[in-house]
């Protein structure tokens, strides 16, 4: 389940409305507005990421609404190890992630990857569906890495995540 925040909506937008939107790109579970703003819940990922490219910025009613992925409990940033991939395919391993969502850094280094992702639910799901998944004619292995991210020299890093339900 992926929550995305509507915020900037116009007084007239009604939840039928924002969940016929959001429909468009998949199964929407739950819509709900509060004051000038909405939460939107879809159950795939993948949709999830294409309705808020798609719908950032849609003109609702003539007012441009801001739509993002909810950043309720977040864990931060994680780093992902792929296993099995060739060097050069960086832009394409790139845009497999993003279907999942953000990924701010992505490097092949010899035949395996390092993939950050500043949003938990985001990698977690990510991980989840290309582990053990074909690229590029290659079986590869998806994980968290084993070591973290790189940070700035004066920032703490944030605790571990807890372990992902199973």
Known sequence: MVKI????????ATEEE????????????????????AFVHMDDRKAATKAIKNL?????????????ASH?????????????????CDDELRALFEEYGTVSECAVVKNFAFVHMPN????MDAIKELDNSDF?????????SK?????????????APPPPPH
Request: aromatic share 10%.
């Open 56 to 68: 950032h910025q849609h003109k609702l009613h003539g007012t441009a609404i801001n739509v993002e």
């Open 18 to 37: 924002i969940k016929a939107l959001f429909d468009e790109y998949g199964t929407v579970t739950e819509c709900a507005i509060v004051k000038n703003f």
């Open 5 to 12: 925040f509507v915020g900037n909506l116009p007084q007239e």
């Open 147 to 159: 070591s973290l991210p790189k940070y700035e020299e004066y920032e703490e890093y944030p605790p």
């Open 72 to 88: 309720g409990k977040n864990y931060g940033p994680v780093k992902i190890h792929i296993a099995n991939v060739e060097k050069g």
């Open 120 to 123: 938990y639910d985001e990698a």
């Open 136 to 144: 590029q004619e290659k079986r590869i292995h998806v994980q968290v």
